[in-house]
């Protein structure tokens, strides 16, 4: 079966733009996830959703970073006039009930480079 | 708030001889706990999990892992390593469901573990 895609694959962009990384979960999944891997590192929380109900924001790490699940399914993770600081990995991940015992699948992930 | 301690960077064993990935963790709850494999360019993909049941975990590719909550540890081990099993492993924490903690799982920094020929 289908699992967690996410797009683009890579994403380069100057400091100040703007960006829109998607994530299209597997098929039926209740939670999404939202990550960030810098280089050298373990992924870190970002944002969790259960449905379209954004339950858990606190590891946003700024007011530039906001997440999106508007009809319970596709979730787009946006950054604003991102900075040199934001290039990493962006990885989705989404587990099929709300359970923290549920095995959270992830995706390939979204290799930002902000020059 | 929980949080994982992988005790080794890097670990170097020759091709068939054990592998053995540290991990201790903090949580104050009953915790869930995760291996995950990343090959390189390669999205997360599970080894095991334990979840308060059978302390002893077996996953994929031969590995297994022990809970051992006296020592708060949750180690990696597999008999007889493979070319193919050279890949950065991140050993993870989940309180979520237990009564408090983030949504979200804790990894550890990662072992990148090599395999010699």
């Known amino acids: 079966g289908a699992g967690v895609s996410q797009s683009p694959r890579y994403k380069v962009a100057k400091r100040g733009q703007d960006v829109a990384l998607r994530c299209d979960p597997i098929?039926?999944?209740?939670?999404l996830f939202w990550y960030q891997q810098a280089l050298g590192q373990g992924p870190e929380f970002l944002t969790y959703?259960?449905?379209?109900?954004?339950?858990?924001k606190s590891g946003l790490p700024s007011d530039r970073f906001f997440a999106e699940r508007p009809e319970g399914s596709v979730s787009t993770l946006k950054i604003q006039r991102t900075q040199q600081e934001d290039s990493a990995v962006y990885l989705c991940?989404?587990?099929?009930?709300?359970?923290?015992?549920?095995?959270?699948?992830f995706g390939p992930g979204t290799r930002l480079t902000v020059l | 708030a929980q949080s994982v301690t992988q005790l080794d960077s890097h670990v170097s064993v020759s091709e068939g001889t054990p592998v053995l990935l540290r991990c201790n963790y903090s949580?104050?709850?009953?915790?869930?706990l995760f291996w995950y494999v990343q090959h390189p360019n390669k999205g997360l993909q599970l080894l095991l999990k334990?979840?308060?049941?059978a302390t002893l975990v077996k996953g994929i590719n031969g590995f297994e892992a022990e809970f051992k909550k006296s020592e708060t540890s949750f180690h990696l081990t597999k008999p007889s390593a493979h070319m193919s099993d050279a890949a950065e492993y991140f050993c993870?924490?989940?309180?979520w469901g237990s009564g408090g903690g983030a949504d979200g799982l804790t990894f550890g920094k990662g072992t990148h573990l090599i395999i010699q020929p």
């Open positions: 991940a989404s587990s099929p009930l709300g359970r923290g015992s549920d095995t959270q699948y």
């Open positions: 098929s039926g999944h209740v939670s």
């Open positions: 959703f259960q449905n379209e109900a954004q339950l858990d």
């Open positions: 949580s104050s709850y009953s915790p869930s």
């Open positions: 334990y979840t308060s049941a």
């Open positions: 993870v924490v989940s309180d």
